[in-house]
């Protein structure tokens, strides 16, 4: 149960940044013994993988913070974010020795699946609300909410390897906050398309 923890946890931080709980995992399993990645996983903690993934988490921070460079940059990484989620959730989930289920160690996939489903939801919700933000900012908003989000990955990814019991907490804030934005996001549309709208 822990070890889908961590997982929900993990994949839901990459849907806000792919790759903050990648270097979470890379990082841990390579100077410390909080992760032992298992036969398959270990070139997650190689020199190249971590390498590459500081010089796309650079490239992130900086795309995500320009206005209208970060709604192109999200609509690319709609692959790589629930891509990321699903890999860091079957990593984690089979790294750890606290979950014994056998019929998750035949069905490894079903790890992949539900980390790219949770990732793909969170990547949702922060997709679709940018450029109501940019918007309703002038590309103010833009730059601070992006580093709210890296801060709710790096903050998510640590809580979810060193306490994964309070994942469920982290998880039920950011589903509110999602939902919240959602909502905000139709009022938005609704009143730029009918100006005599008066939200409830």
């Known amino acids: 149960m822990l070890a889908a923890l961590t997982g929900m946890g993990l994949s839901a931080a990459a849907g806000l940044n792919a790759y903050i709980p990648f270097l979470v995992v890379a990082l841990g399993a390579r100077f410390t013994d909080l992760l032992v990645l298992p036969a398959g996983y270990e070139w997650i903690e190689s020199n190249w993988a971590i390498g590459i993934g500081v010089v796309l988490l650079l490239a992130e921070v900086v ?3 320009v206005p209208a460079v970060d709604t192109v ?13 699903g890999l860091i959730f079957a990593a984690s ?4 020795e606290l979950d014994s289920s056998s019929w998750m160690k035949e069905n490894p996939w079903v ?3 539900l980390g790219v489903v949770i990732s ?4 949702t919700g922060k997709m679709a609300a940018r ?12 730059p601070v909410v992006s580093t709210v989000e890296d801060g709710a990955s790096i903050g998510l990814s640590l809580i979810a390897v060193l306490a994964p019991v309070f994942v469920v907490v982290a998880l039920a ?3 509110w906050l999602l939902i ?18 008066q939200p409830g």
């Open 120 to 123: 793909g939801l969170v990547h």
């Open 173 to 175: 804030l950011l589903a």
């Open 131 to 142: 450029p109501v933000v940019n918007v309703g900012t002038a590309g103010v908003g833009g």
């Open 111 to 113: 790890g992949v699946v």
């Open 93 to 96: 989930t089979a790294a750890s």
């Open 63 to 65: 795309l995500d913070k």
């Open 180 to 197: 919240w934005m959602w909502m905000r996001v139709r009022r938005w549309r609704r009143s730029r398309r009918d100006p005599a709208y």
């Open 73 to 85: 940059n999200d609509a690319i990484q709609t692959f790589i974010r629930p891509s990321m989620g």
